[in-house]
Nanobody
Framework: QVQVVESGGGLVQAGGSLRLSCTTS????????MGWFRQAPGKEREGVSC????????YYADSVKERFTISRDNAKNTLYLQMNSLKPEDTAMYYC????????????????????WGQGTQVTVSS
């Protein structure tokens, strides 16, 4: 049984930092690309970042470029999202997802490409 579990969310002031983690079990991480999505109240879920199976390709949403950094440790089956210079508009539930399709520039942010999802971790940025 595949499990995807996010952690690290919380309340932070604008300009602060948080690091999200995502641990997986029941799947071989090196065969899966991993992504982060987020969903703010009243809005659709949107892609934040994706890292390819080997880590050679990384994509970010324009809204988080140069502030967020995705990384993975396949030995620990763990995905990370380092979030710096946080803004109130980053407030959302953040979800980790795994895909067997890998990350590509034209499709990485489509939810349909991801097979496994976590339950999410809340990030709240106060102004």
């Amino acid at each position: 049984q595949v499990q995807v579990v996010e952690s690290g969310g919380g309340l932070v002031q604008a300009g602060g930092s948080l690091r999200l983690s995502c641990t997986t079990s029941g799947l071989t991480d090196y065969n899966h690309a991993m992504g982060w999505f987020r969903q703010a109240p009243g809005k659709e879920r949107e892609g934040v970042s994706c890292i390819s199976r080997g880590g050679s390709r990384i994509y970010y949403a324009d809204s988080v470029k140069e502030r967020f950094t995705i990384s993975r440790d396949n030995a620990k089956n763990t995905l990370y999202l380092q979030m710096n210079s946080l803004k109130p508009e980053d407030t959302a539930m953040y979800y980790c997802a795994a895909t067997t399709y890998d990350c590509y520039s034209g499709s990485w942010s489509s939810m349909d490409n991801y097979n496994y999802w976590g339950q999410g971790t809340q990030v709240t940025v106060s102004s």
